[in-house]
């Protein structure tokens, strides 16, 4: 077997032991719990704040775009600090 093949073998099975619950040992809700917090608190959060700051210096250069760039950050700024009460908002409707 050369290097590319074992490097392949090694790689799918690594993502199949991560993926797959039981060899991870982890629930499936679990895991998607443990995803959504991260994705919802750390995250989409942290996007907002980096497309605010390439808006603002796209503003500062001088870039005929710049309104519309920071129109759209801070759509991305609402949807991204207010994904933990929208998800919320969305599993309280559902129940």
Do not use: W
């Not at 077997?1 to 199949?16: D, E, F, R, V, W």
């Not at 995803?35 to 907002?48: D, E």
């Amino acid at each position: 077997m050369n290097k590319k093949q074992l490097l392949l073998t090694l790689t799918i099975t690594a993502a199949i032991g991560v993926l797959t619950p039981d060899f991870a040992h982890a629930g499936l809700e679990t895991s998607l719990m443990g995803i959504k917090s991260k994705l919802t608190g750390v995250i989409l959060p942290l996007l907002s704040v980096i497309g605010i700051a390439i808006a603002g210096i796209s503003f500062f250069t001088g870039n005929p775009n710049a309104k519309q760039h920071i129109a759209y950050a801070i759509i991305g700024c609402i949807i991204g600090f207010g994904a933990q009460g929208i998800v919320d908002f969305i599993a309280q409707t559902v129940r």
